[in-house]
């Protein structure tokens, strides 16, 4: 495993790990996953985040060489339960990663509600839109064109910490989700 492939930000941001697991785990997770050639990259990747609804903070993510699988997306969903507990609802689209047999199972488990975006909807999922956007702008930073994969995944980690934890949102109070969340 690359040292990008389950990013803790907790972890990375250093030191809230221990009040994060004093706090009750999140209620809902979302899921996002898009070809990062829409977020302005040079090579043919696919970037899949899991956010708490609440704070908006990206729990876990994950680079992969292709569109990720319902298998893909089960490890990521177990990465984002494991160090906090299992949420009470999980929403994704309907794309065959979060419907396939392995995903479902991995919710069952756990006894985690799946609830869908509107289908057949854009920009349904209203928190994971806001997220891209916002990371999309972050990433169009033109100097910084990644050249291997590995280039890449540190260009995402360091949009992400951005996001996380010096970015405030106007929705949360001109907080950071980082400080939301602890």
């Known amino acids: 495993l690359s040292n990008f492939d389950l990013v803790w930000w907790l972890l990375v941001v250093g030191g809230l790990l221990t009040q994060a697991l004093l706090r009750p785990p999140p209620s809902t997770l979302v899921v996002g996953w898009s070809a990062l050639q829409k977020l302005g990259a040079s090579v043919a990747m696919s970037l899949a985040v899991i956010l708490d609804v609440f704070s908006r903070l990206p729990l876990v993510a994950k680079v992969y060489a292709s569109t990720p699988a319902s298998a893909d997306m089960?490890?990521?969903?177990?990465?984002?339960?494991?160090?906090?507990?299992?949420?009470k609802h999980f929403i994704s689209d309907k794309g065959c990663q979060f419907t396939g047999k392995s995903f479902q199972k991995a919710l069952n488990r756990k006894g985690v509600k799946h609830r869908f975006g509107a289908i057949?909807?854009?920009?349904?999922?209203?928190?994971?839109?806001?997220?891209?956007?916002?990371?999309?702008?972050?990433?169009?930073?033109?100097?910084?064109?990644?050249?291997?994969?590995?280039d890449l995944e540190e260009r995402v980690a360091t949009a992400l910490l951005f996001y996380s934890a010096h970015r405030p949102h106007s929705s949360l109070r001109c907080a950071t989700p980082l400080e939301t969340f602890t």
């Open 74 to 87: 089960a490890a990521l969903f177990r990465a984002a339960a494991k160090p906090l507990g299992a949420p």
């Open 120 to 150: 057949g909807a854009h920009g349904s999922i209203a928190i994971v839109e806001r997220f891209w956007a916002t990371l999309k702008a972050i990433l169009a930073v033109r100097f910084w064109k990644p050249l291997l994969a590995a």
